[in-house]
């Protein structure tokens, strides 16, 4: 901008046949997603419509997103301190998502590169107002466009098609091993949670050795988020916990 602050911009286009709403109805849920409070949120700063888009302004995050940030350059600085409270910003998001009033909102997508860093402590939860805007229904069989990015996607999506709470508890339970491993959510030739689950019977295997072995303490932490992402991640739907008491399992493994 002139005054040289630096903003992320999003464009949405209206001629997406996917795009559910017009531009009189996305205003309004723009104005409902701006009016919302909670820090781990990617809340639109503001907006600009035009007759065949819209341009979204928000906050500009200098650590780019959580998966460049974990499996690229910063990895390194991403100690358990960082990645227990990156844990607590995303679940506080969620929660707080999935209980608003007017009704839960759902992320279509939820993974680490819609994780956005405001520092290596401060995660901010991207394409909130998404879950308004797009209908998956109309997809053109895309997977990653209805259900979320491969790795990810619940294992009830292949037959539901249906975007729910339990599915981004899943998502979310992806990102817990993914900053317990250090893997991505495609790792080996498998799916991440199936990767893990498969290597239960030596732990110390499991988790990232760079952050596991710099203490005890430390690792046994580490053991206890992991009982709360294999919770989340758990195949049926009705067995996964919400995303409230997942908040207070995270927070009780610091006792």
Not at 178 to 205: F, M, Q, R
């Amino acid at each position: 901008m002139p005054s040289g602050r630096i903003y992320f911009v999003k464009k949405v286009n209206w001629r997406d046949k996917m795009v559910q709403l017009g531009s009189h109805l996305f205003e309004q849920e723009l104005d409902i997603i701006g009016s919302l409070r909670n820090s781990s949120m990617m809340i639109p700063l503001g907006y600009a419509l035009t007759t065949n888009s819209a341009y979204m302004l928000y906050e500009y995050s200098e650590k780019g997103n959580l998966f460049y940030a974990l499996h690229g350059s910063l990895g390194s600085e991403l100690d358990w301190t960082n990645r227990y409270s990156i844990a607590i910003g995303i679940a506080n998001g969620l929660d707080f998502l999935h209980e608003v009033p007017s009704g839960p909102i759902i992320l279509l997508d939820l993974s680490s590169k819609v994780i956005m860093l405001k520092s290596l402590n401060e995660p901010l939860i991207g394409d909130i107002e998404l879950s308004k805007v797009i209908d998956p229904s109309k997809s053109t069989g895309n997977l990653t466009v209805l259900a979320g990015s491969v790795g990810y996607v619940p294992p009830e999506y292949a037959y539901t098609m249906r975007v729910t709470t339990a599915g981004n508890v899943y998502s979310f339970g992806v990102i817990l091993l993914e900053l317990l491993t250090g893997k991505t959510a495609l790792s080996e030739g498998s799916e991440l949670a199936k990767w893990v689950c498969s290597h239960l019977d030596n732990v110390d295997e499991v988790l990232d050795p760079t952050v596991s072995q710099t203490s005890e303490a430390t690792r046994s932490m580490m053991l206890m988020v992991l009982k709360v992402a294999l919770a989340c991640v758990d195949v049926s739907p009705d067995a996964r916990p919400e995303m409230k008491s997942v908040l207070c399992m995270l927070l009780d493994a610091r006792n």
